[in-house]
């Protein structure tokens, strides 16, 4: 698809609305076949290259100016195999697809929380989610990956087949090729399962604040927890009063049997006066859905994270400080509990290098309003600056914009695994075939 097709404007635009890249050539691939004559031709042509599978990264790396747009986004398929505990998950699926088809076997692996991400840019970034205490990472739950390489070859990358390139795909995965077809373990979870989700007022932020980074610390791996200043935008059963206002909220889903949840999920009511509890028993396919509605496709965003060891008295007052100067309430500051199952694997096992973290600080700036651009970006990069310090690196799946350029291989996102991903990339793309465009986050 050129520029010059009906659906061109509907075909290059992503899930960020602040993206307006125009590709040269669009091309939605049917089959592994239309993957590897994507290759071939880009091998020959040497444009710039980007490789589409649900279109939500946040800088919009799904797609390129003037360049190739490798789109995935048909390859949605998920077989499960229920006997071996597995899932093969192609190349575009999102996360509703994956955990609709486990789900019908009460199977589950770790995915992200908005189910309308793909699976392939979240897991070769890491793979953040509710699941991750307690099964790890997306990408520690990968068995294999089938994977178009540079030169054309269809490679299956395992622990025993090309060793490195698994490594390198697990944390680092971009501009290694082309991953046509993912193996995932599945845990048994589910159908119900039950989380805990406090509302507590803005005066109330830091206060609350401090008491759930010590319920974060002590809890049991079961539950990741997460606390967020924010603002939802309107949803059947949100009562009014709490629409659009500013709000600090803890949650906890617990990953287990429903009938447990209460003594662990019962803390996140007592951090301090909750003003509403939203938390219930849910389909663990809702639970994974539950942010869906506040994040839609076509808002403005600009997000950038810490990976911290620590969140201390400064640093929890100099968020909720920043906090509420947000140019657009539904901005947020999104703290999520890293440990238990992510430290079980070593940080040089996967090229996935901040396994150790507690905290993962996601400066999220949501609006809608293109006059709001500017403030917002500026709002996000100014409490990420003041963070900066305390960080152990970014996440490579929440970067921002363009000055991130080259961030898919540097040391922010990589840090000692670097070097490594670097020699990789090169002994499977020595001539650059995927190019900066694929590098960057
Ligand atoms: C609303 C929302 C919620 C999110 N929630 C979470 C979360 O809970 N946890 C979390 O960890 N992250 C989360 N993220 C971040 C998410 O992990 C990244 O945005 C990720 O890149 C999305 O993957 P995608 O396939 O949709 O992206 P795309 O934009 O399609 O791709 C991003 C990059 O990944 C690479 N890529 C994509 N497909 C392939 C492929 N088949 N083969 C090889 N390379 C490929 C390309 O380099 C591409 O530029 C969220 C993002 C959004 C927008």
New binding site residues.
């Given amino acids: 698809m050129g520029r010059d097709h009906s659906e061109y404007d509907h075909a290059r635009a992503?899930?960020?609305g602040l993206i307006d890249r125009h590709p040269e050539v669009m091309v939605r691939c049917a089959d592994i076949a239309d993957v590897i004559a994507c290759v071939e031709a880009a091998r020959t042509h040497r444009p710039p290259v980007?490789?589409?599978?649900?279109?939500?990264?946040?800088?919009?790396?799904?797609?390129c100016d003037d360049g190739l747009v490798?789109d995935?986004?048909e390859?949605r398929d998920v077989v499960v195999d229920p006997v071996a505990r597995t899932a093969r998950v192609q190349?575009?699926a999102?996360?509703a697809d994956v955990d609709a088809a486990t789900q019908a076997f009460g199977l589950a692996t770790p995915?992200?929380?908005?189910s309308?991400?793909?699976?392939?840019?979240?897991?070769?970034?890491?793979?953040?989610?509710?699941m991750q205490r307690t099964h790890g990472?997306?990408c520690d739950n990968l068995i294999s990956m089938t994977?178009v390489t540079a030169d054309g070859q269809v490679r299956r990358a395992s622990a025993d087949e090309n060793a490195d390139l698994f490594w390198a795909?697990r944390g680092a995965?971009?501009?290694?090729?082309?991953?046509?077809e993912f193996t995932f373990a599945l845990h048994p979870l589910g159908p119900d399962v039950a989380a805990a989700a406090f509302v507590y007022a803005p005066e109330e932020a830091g206060a609350v604040f401090r008491a759930w980074r010590r319920l974060a610390v002590e809890a049991p791996t079961t539950i990741a927890p997460q606390f967020a200043l924010w603002a939802l935008p309107p949803f059947p059963g949100l009562p009014d009063e709490i629409v659009g206002v500013p709000i600090a909220i803890a949650i906890g889903t617990y990953i287990g049997d429903a009938a447990d949840a209460a003594p662990v999920l019962e803390p996140f009511g007592a951090l301090g006066e909750p003003i509403l509890d939203l938390s219930g028993t849910s389909t663990w396919v809702e639970a994974q859905s539950q942010?869906?509605f506040a994040?839609p496709d076509g808002g403005r965003?600009y997000?950038k994270s810490h990976f911290m060891d620590d969140l201390d008295d400064e640093a929890i007052d100099l968020i909720v400080g920043h906090a509420a100067r947000r140019p657009d309430p539904n901005s947020a500051v999104f703290v999520?509990t890293l440990g238990g199952a992510v430290d079980r694997i070593g940080s040089d096992d996967t090229a996935f290098a901040h396994r150790g973290a507690r905290f993962n600080v996601s400066v999220d700036a949501i609006w809608r309003d293109p006059a709001l651009d500017d403030d917002s970006i500026a709002w996000a990069r100014g409490l990420w600056n003041a963070l900066e310090p305390g960080s152990r690196g970014m996440?490579?799946?929440?970067?921002g914009l363009d000055e991130e350029e080259g961030a898919?291989v540097s040391g922010l996102t990589l840090g000692a695994n670097e070097a490594r991903v670097r020699e990789v990339r090169r002994r499977y793309d020595p001539e650059g075939v995927?190019g900066s465009?694929?590098?960057?986050?």
């Fill in positions: 992503v899930w960020n980007s490789i589409r599978g649900g279109g939500h990264q946040v800088a919009g790396s799904a797609v490798i995935l986004s390859l190349g575009g999102r996360w995915g992200g929380e908005v309308e991400t793909g699976v392939a840019g979240l897991t070769l970034g890491g793979g953040l989610g509710l990472l997306s994977v795909l995965g971009r501009g290694l090729g082309v991953v046509t942010f869906d994040l965003y997000w999520r996440y490579l799946n929440f970067a898919g995927f465009a694929a590098a960057r986050p």
